[in-house]
C-alpha cells in the first residue's frame, strides 16, 4: 500500500514568490494535515482538511492557505515568501478525525528554501 | 505552556542496550492520544506507537513500548534491543479532543546508537 506522498521534494524560491506544495494522502484516508518544521522551531501544525473542508488552522497568517479536492489530495500555498518560511512542510493523512481514526501517518516533506 | 516535554535533547546507547525516552504532557482534556514518531536523517516522520487516554495497558509494538502513567502525565519511549538503524530523531506528541485532534510535538530527543 503507498504512503503519503508530497511534490516537490525540494523547492526554491525567491522572497515574495508563492509557492505550492502537494500531497497525496494513503488511499482510503479522508484527512490531510500540513505541519511547518523550521530549525530550532520544532514541528507546528499548520491546517487540517478532511472531508474537502478545512477543520483547524494554526497560528500561522493567512498567506498560508490550502485546499483538499474530491480525490482528497491537499495543495497548500503559501503567499508573499519570506525568508523564516524556509522549512520542512510535511503533510500527513489519518483515516477521519474522530476517535479511533486519529493516527497520522506522515509523507517524506517538502524542503523549502526562500532566498 | 508547553503541552509536550521531552528533557533529553540527546541520548547515546550501546547496541542491543534498551533506551527510555522522556516525555510528559499537559492537559486538563479527558480524551487524548498520545503518539511516538521516528525521524531519520531524511526527513519523514514514521509512526512508531500509539497511546489512548482510556487504554488500560501499556502499548507495545515489537521493540517499541510506551510506559504509561496518567497520574504522573508521562509516556515514556522504551526500545528494546537498540539497534545501528534506531539512529533518530524521536518526537513525542498529544492530540486531544478539545484542540480538534491537532498534533502537539515536543521538541524531540536525538538518539544514536553505538556500535
Known amino acids: 500500500e503507498a504512503g503519503v506522498t508530497q511534490s516537490p521534494t525540494h523547492l526554491i524560491k525567491t522572497r515574495g514568490q508563492q509557492a505550492t506544495l502537494r500531497c497525496s494522502p494513503i488511499?482510503?484516508?479522508?484527512?490531510v494535515y500540513w505541519y511547518q518544521q523550521a530549525l530550532g522551531l520544532g514541528l507546528q501544525f499548520l491546517l487540517w482538511y478532511d472531508e474537502g473542508e478545512e477543520r483547524n488552522r494554526g497560528n500561522f497568517p493567512p498567506r498560508f492557505s490550502g485546499r483538499q479536492f474530491p480525490n482528497y489530495s491537499s495543495e497548500l500555498n503559501v503567499n508573499a515568501l519570506e525568508l523564516e518560511d524556509s522549512a520542512l512542510y510535511l503533510c500527513?493523512?489519518?483515516?477521519?478525525?474522530?476517535?479511533?481514526?486519529?493516527?497520522?501517518?506522515f509523507g517524506p516533506g517538502t524542503r523549502l528554501l526562500v532566498l | 505552556a508547553q503541552k509536550i516535554t521531552q528533557t533529553q535533547p540527546g541520548m547515546f546507547v550501546q547496541e542491543k542496550e534498551a533506551v527510555t525516552l522522556d516525555c510528559t504532557y499537559d492537559?486538563?482534556?479527558?480524551?487524548?492520544?498520545l503518539f511516538w514518531y521516528k525521524q531519520p536523517s531524511s526527513g519523514e516522520m514514521i509512526f512508531l506507537i500509539y497511546?489512548?487516554?482510556?487504554?488500560?495497558q501499556n502499548a507495545t509494538e515489537g521493540r517499541y513500548s510506551l510506559n504509561f502513567q496518567k497520574a504522573r502525565k508521562s509516556a515514556n519511549l522504551v526500545i528494546s534491543a537498540s539497534q545501528l538503524g534506531d539512529s533518530a530523531m524521536y518526537f513525542c506528541?498529544?492530540?486531544?479532543?478539545?484542540?480538534?485532534?491537532?498534533?502537539?510535538f515536543g521538541a524531540g530527543t536525538t538518539v544514536t546508537v553505538r556500535a
Open positions: 488511499s482510503g484516508h479522508t484527512s
Open positions: 506528541a498529544m492530540r486531544e479532543e478539545l484542540s480538534d485532534y491537532k498534533l502537539s
Open positions: 497511546q489512548g487516554s482510556y487504554d488500560q
Open positions: 492537559t486538563s482534556d479527558p480524551s487524548y492520544g
Open positions: 500527513a493523512s489519518s483515516l477521519g478525525g474522530g476517535p479511533g481514526e486519529e493516527t497520522q501517518y
